[in-house]
């Protein structure tokens, strides 16, 4: 076997080099050059990058491969030093592209050398003293030699993704805390609540007029608003903020712009014009807004950024901040808004909505995140099928009326409309925005409504036939409107009662309702659709009732929301409104928590993860998602066999055992019958762990209020002790009476001292399977809390009366993976060890499993595993059937075979392929990332199903 790490990479920056001189680059796979850009065929996508491209000043942009159907991604924008060779304009080309924040890396070339620049981490263009600096994170000198863990200079790497793959690229060139999108809607936070205790201005006007700063500081870099605009309302300015702080001047402004724009957008109250007017604190305010600092007070907030490259949809996320108190808005990644509106509002998809009448709805918009979000792919596909045309105002306007929203909050359609204005605004040229008259139309009550959403669909405020619904409804367990109350209402004479009472499950419920026949939705749910146990009922319900076309499940994803200290897990669901049927398919895309998905640069999804369900099974089975997390089919056999058995609860109970948690204290509802714990010994829950029961740390139990006392037969030795963790942490105690807490689960069994001796060494015994199978059911773990489980998950634990799992070998293969890797690549992601990478070791244990479930199929020409080829951030492991002779020498040659096989195959190349399996004459090669995740044993027993399924439609 040949895995030695190579010292250096193969790689070089020659890929770089031809968009300086201008050459033609289709041999380059994944550059593309933007002087003799054809954008004739080419994916809307990738066209209007490319303009960008152009509007920044690029020579080429590189594209990562398209996966499973999507759009190539631009990962990179590469520049010519001899177009500008000025470095401070450099500096602040780098300042607009890092608050653009589309694309992570920025190559630029010069005689000698390239520099690279990162976009989507820290404001590097930042020096020490607060001035504008040209500050490369790596320099490279041409034709010197590439160290094989800089990946960032390999283009296979970049255009593959693996570059992604590796968790120390990934903190090196990516930040989501650090990065402009968090770093702005964190600053204007906490401008918000510095203002707000400073208190110079009303509540409700200091947050409006921030707002209106920040609209203004976009039309004014975009050179929509003019010098001489605020020249008229206060002689001798030039810019807003000269204006800001003056009342008569700043109120003449609102007006002048109010009149010009129209939509309301600019509209103030007269009591908030006279307050303007008559307000002396006004210059601190304005000198506050205008001086403030970043978080790390580096620089002045309306200097570190670029406001006119912004993306609209982040303004909107910033503007979430003022629909509901800071400490319960949400963030909605933009990825994760674009992501629902690919998967819904496909360029097909659109071409069908546009020939009708139907239009785009979100039940509860908020600022307006995903209208923004559709409208923006509206005004892309209007251009791709008018030849690439600008839309004129007219047009714009038209496409506006496509996109509804409703919302509760006060506010929140004064600030949705805001933000489709400036999305509006967004498609113009400055020019035409300042030639234009009455450019925003009104919005409000007419295509963008203040009401409760329950109300509205029975009132259908909406005339227009709804084709997509696409949105993120609050998640509630409480009523909380009056609409919502007598929607329930009329759900309960229907159906059973709601898990929770979620109000994210009505609005489900009612918004499928609302869609035309063949309409589509897109929604964000909590996890415990597919988890919580008492969701069964409705999930069941409303996946036999509808045609559930995905599940894109983000409970791997830590950290997508940030809603006050929680961090709620997440699913989409997306279904269209016609029957379910089933033996239809649900695909069930299990998202997982890498580099670029911490960052919210995107999320990437692997063959691995994608799961597809018979409809039937998707709505009976129990475990079947949890399986899935944790490696797919073969995990949900063995939980469904294991199921089979008698549990420890089941065996516990026959023999008349006193078990369950012990006491929970608590000052609500306590209890007076107390005696029998005050005062007596307490096993803390840490003392449980690793090495059983750590006596040290017994105490006494405090003289404490205690809600749930229990009875004292729970604490009577001798006891099995379990702890409600992942662990299964446990110990029988002998030496007399001993509480405990809630936390940890008891069996008494005075007479029986011997079966609970038995049932701890079987506890030892199978304790790498019964992790593997608590895993598999708890509906605690993952999606509640970390490492904690249910203490009906301990009940569960099988017990056959034999005392024997009867596993399998591959039984045993699955449990040693769920617990050694699944379970913490959920948890952890590319920090897991999971996510390293892989050993010699653990590729020759690979090869025995493949080879053996192969090879017990067929008998003759046996499966032979030959030595394995690896090049950056991907290994090749090739076989033969039979004798096969080697006719390649190195992981040269093997490498050039693979791309003229694939290209012969597939018409791609090797440079875009990431996980393939490729047959040629006796020999089979598979070909996947260097990661421990791609190598596991478990992974092996898929990848053998999947070969001996191939040689089966091959006719062997």
């Given amino acids: ?387 690439w045309v600008r839309p004129s105002i007219n047009d714009l306007r038209s496409l506006l009326e496509r996109v509804h929203g409703i919302d509760v909050e006060d506010g929140a359609i004064e600030l949705a409309a805001f933000s489709l204005c400036l999305s509006l605004c967004d498609a113009l040229q400055p020019e035409e925005i300042r030639s234009s008259v009455k450019l925003f139309p009104p919005l409000a009550d007419v295509t963008l409504h203040h009401s409760c959403f329950f109300d509205a669909k029975q009132m259908e405020l909406v005339k227009s036939p709804i084709s997509v619904i696409v949105g993120n409804p609050p998640f509630a367990s409480s009523l909380t409107t009056e609409g919502a109350r007598r929607c329930y209402d009329s759900y309960k004479k229907k159906h059973d009662s709601l898990a929770d009472k979620q109000l994210a499950y009505l609005f489900l419920h009612e918004a499928m309702e609302m869609l035309e026949e063949n309409g589509v939705l897109a929604m964000v749910e909590p996890a415990g659709f597919l988890y919580n146990q008492h969701s069964l009922s409705f999930r069941r319900s409303f996946l036999s009732r509808w045609k559930t076309r995905e599940i894109l499940d983000f409970v791997s994803v830590r950290g997508l929301f940030k809603k006050g200290g929680a961090d709620p897990k997440i699913i989409i669901v997306i279904a269209e409104a016609t029957s379910s049927k089933p033996d239809g398919r649900v695909l069930h895309a299990v998202f997982r928590r890498n580099g670029r998905a911490t960052a919210e640069q995107g999320f990437d999804i692997d063959y691995y993860d994608l799961h597809w369900l018979r409809n039937a099974d998707a709505t009976c089975s129990q475990d079947i998602w949890r399986a899935n997390l944790l490696g797919g089919n073969r995990v949900h056999e063995m939980i469904t066999r294991l199921r089979g058995y008698k549990t420890l609860k089941e065996f516990a109970t026959e023999r008349g055992w006193d078990f369950g948690e012990g006491y929970f204290g608590g000052q609500k509802n306590s209890s007076d019958n107390t005696q029998h714990l005050i005062g007596k010994p307490l096993l803390p829950t840490p003392a449980l762990g690793a090495k059983g029961i750590d006596r040290s740390l017994i105490i006494d139990v405090p003289d404490d209020p205690v809600k749930d006392p229990k009875s004292a037969n729970r604490f009577v030795a001798p006891l099995l002790l379990i702890k409600e963790h992942e662990d299964l942490y446990f110990d029988v105690w002998k030496d007399g009476y001993l509480t405990y807490k809630n936390e940890i689960v008891g069996f008494s069994a005075p007479d029986d001292p011997e079966e609970l001796s038995q049932i701890a060494d079987w506890l030892k015994k199978e304790s790498v399977a019964l992790r593997a199978y608590v895993a598999g059911i708890s509906s605690r773990l993952f999606t509640q809390r970390a490492t904690s489980i249910f203490n009906a998950d301990i009940f569960s634990i099988p017990y056959p009366e034999e005392r024997d799992l009867d596993l399998s070998a591959n039984e045993k293969i699955i449990a040693e993976d769920i617990v050694s890797f699944q379970r913490d690549f959920i948890r952890l992601g590319t920090s897991s060890p999971a996510m390293q990478k892989v050993s010699t070791d653990a590729l020759e244990a690979f090869d025995r499993v493949l080879v053996s479930q192969i090879n017990g199929v067929y008998g003759e020409g046996q499966l032979q595993a030959l030595p394995s080829e690896q090049w950056p951030g991907a290994i090749c492991k090739a076989y033969a059937f039979g004798d096969g002779t080697v006719d390649w020498s190195g992981a040269g040659e093997l490498r050039d075979r693979l791309d003229a096989l694939l290209y012969q195959r597939r018409g791609s190349s090797l440079t875009v392929t990431r996980i393939t399996r490729l047959y040629d004459k006796n020999f089979l090669f598979l070909l996947k990332p260097d990661r421990h995740r791609f190598w596991m044993r478990s992974i092996a027993l898929r990848d053998a199903d999947d070969v001996l399924a191939d040689l089966r439609e091959q006719g062997f």
């Fill in 1 to 387: 076997m040949t895995l030695d790490e190579p010292c250096a990479s193969q790689a070089s920056v020659d890929w770089l080099l031809p968009a300086r001189d201008g050459r033609r680059v289709s041999h380059i796979d994944g550059l593309v050059t933007v002087s003799n850009y054809d954008y004739r065929g080419r994916p809307p996508e990738e066209v209007s990058i490319m303009e960008k491209a152009r509007s920044y000043g690029a020579r080429a942009v590189f594209f990562e491969a398209s996966r499973h159907g999507r759009a190539p991604v631009a990962q990179a924008f590469i520049f010519d030093s001899g177009d500008d060779p000025d470095d401070p304009r450099f500096a602040e080309l780098h300042k607009r592209l890092w608050s653009w924040g589309a694309i992570p890396l920025v190559y630029r070339v010069l005689p000698g050398s390239v520099q690279l620049f990162r976009c989507a981490h820290a404001p590097d263009f930042v020096g020490k003293d607060g001035t504008q600096i040209c500050e490369p994170v790596r320099t490279l000198a041409i034709g010197a030699q590439i160290a094989a863990e800089d990946a960032w200079w390999d283009a296979n790497r970049i255009r593959n993704g693996t570059i992604w793959d590796d968790p120390e690229v990934c903190k090196l060139m990516l930040s989501a805390q650090k990065a402009a999108h968090r770093t702005l809607v964190e600053a204007v936070r906490a401008l918000a609540a510095s203002l707000s205790e400073r208190k110079l201005l009303a509540p409700q006007l200091s947050r409006k007029l921030l707002i209106l700063s920040l609209l203004i500081a976009y039309l004014e870099e975009r050179s929509v608003l003019l010098p001489s605009d605020f020249e008229k309302v206060r002689r001798g300015t030039k810019r807003f903020f000269e204006v800001l702080g003056d009342g008569q001047a700043l109120s003449r402004l609102l007006i002048a712009l109010e009149e010009r724009f129209n939509g309301h957008v600019f509209r103030l109250t007269k009591e908030e014009h006279l307050s303007l007017v008559n307000n002396t604190e006004l210059v601190n305010y304005a000198r506050l807004v205008e001086g403030y600092e970043d978080g790390n007070g580096q620089m002045s907030l309306w200097r570190l950024y670029s406001f006119r490259d912004l993306p609209i949809e982040l303004i909107s996320n910033i503007y979430q901040l003022f629909v509901k108190d800071a400490s319960s808005s949400i963030y909605t990644p933009p990825a994760l808004v674009r992501l629902m509106l690919e998967e819904t509002l496909s360029w097909d998809k659109l071409d069908e909505l546009t020939a009708g009448e139907g239009v785009i709805l979100d039940p509860a918009c908020g600022s307006g995140v995903f209208l923004v979000e559709a409208y923006k792919r509206l005004v892309l596909h209007w251009r791709w099928r008018n030849d």
